[in-house]
T-cell receptor, first 113, second 114 residues
Framework: DGGITQSPKYLFRKEGQNVTLSCEQN?????MYWYRQDPGQGLRLIYY???????QKGDIAEGYSVSREKKESFPLTVTSAQKNPTAFYLC????????????FGAGTRLSVL | AQSVTQLDSQVPVFEEAPVELRCNYS??????LFWYVQYPNQGLQLLLK??????LVKGINGFEAEFNKSQTSFHLRKPSVHISDTAEYFC????????????FGTGTRLQVTL
C-alpha cells in the first residue's frame, strides 16, 4: 500500500534534547512538507522540500531543522532551541501534476517531559 | 499572500440534520481550494477540492462544496450528517501552479449528537 509513514506516533523530549521525527513516503512524490498543529491554530508550515537535497523554510522554521537526502525521506529535527515544542506534527507530500493535492501521514505527537 | 478564514470554531448539530461549514479566502491570484477532515489523533484526509470548472464539487462521505468567486467563499455542506462525521474540518487554499504551499484555516469542529 502506498502512503506516508510517520514515526514514532508519540515522542517525549527532555530539556535541552534534540529529537528527530521520521517521515517516509512510497508514493514517488517529489515535494514534501512538515506542519505543526496546535489547538485552535490550524496547521502552520515549518519546512518544505520540492526536490532532493533542497529545502526551504516555512512560516515557523526557527528551532527546527530538516534534511532531504533521499526522495522517500524527509526527517524533521526539533532542536533544543525550540522552546515550546509540544504539538502535533504532520508530514505531507504532493501528488505530481501541479494541482497541489497534499497527502498526509498520521502524525507524531511530541510532548516535553 | 493568501489567507483563509473559518468563522465557526465549533458547529454542534443533531444527527440527520443538514450542516454548512463556512470558509472564506483572500487572494489576489487564481487559487485551488480544498477541504480536509481530521479525526482525533490522525492525519488529514482530503474531502474534496476545487481546481477549475464546475463550481459545485462533490467529495467523499456525501459532502459537497460550492466555489463562489464573487464572495470568495468555499462553504462545505452535507444534507444529512451522521455521528461518524464528528471531526475537525479544515479549509485550505493554494495559488495555482506546481507544488505551491497550502494555507490552512484554523479549523471547525463538527460535533454531531443524537
Amino acid at each position: 500500500d502506498g502512503g506516508i509513514t510517520q514515526s514514532p506516533k508519540y515522542l517525549f523530549r527532555k530539556e535541552g534534547q534534540n529529537v528527530t521525527l521520521s517521515c517516509e513516503q512510497n508514493l514517488n512524490h517529489d515535494a514534501m512538507y512538515w506542519y505543526r498543529q496546535d489547538p485552535g491554530q490550524g496547521l502552520r508550515l515549518i519546512y518544505y522540500s520540492q526536490i532532493v537535497n533542497d529545502f526551504q523554510k516555512g512560516d515557523i522554521a526557527e528551532g527546527y531543522s530538516v534534511s532531504r537526502e533521499k526522495k522517500e525521506s524527509f526527517p524533521l529535527t526539533v532542536t533544543s532551541a525550540q522552546k515550546n515544542p509540544t504539538a502535533f506534527y504532520l508530514c505531507a507530500s504532493i501528488q505530481p501534476g501541479g494541482k497541489n493535492i497534499q497527502y498526509f501521514g498520521a502524525g507524531t505527537r511530541l510532548s516535553v517531559l | 499572500a493568501q489567507s483563509v478564514t473559518q468563522l465557526d470554531s465549533q458547529v454542534p448539530v443533531f444527527e440527520e440534520a443538514p450542516v454548512e461549514l463556512r470558509c472564506n479566502y483572500s487572494s489576489s491570484v487564481s487559487v485551488y481550494l480544498f477541504w480536509y477532515v481530521q479525526y482525533p489523533n490522525q492525519g488529514l484526509q482530503l474531502l474534496l477540492k476545487y481546481l477549475s470548472g464546475s463550481t459545485l464539487v462533490k467529495g467523499i462521505n456525501g459532502f459537497e462544496a460550492e466555489f463562489n468567486k464573487s464572495q470568495t467563499s468555499f462553504h462545505l455542506r452535507k444534507p444529512s450528517v451522521h455521528i461518524s462525521d464528528t471531526a475537525e474540518y479544515f479549509c485550505a487554499v493554494s495559488v495555482t501552479g506546481t507544488a505551491s504551499k497550502l494555507t490552512f484555516g484554523t479549523g471547525t469542529r463538527l460535533q454531531v449528537t443524537l
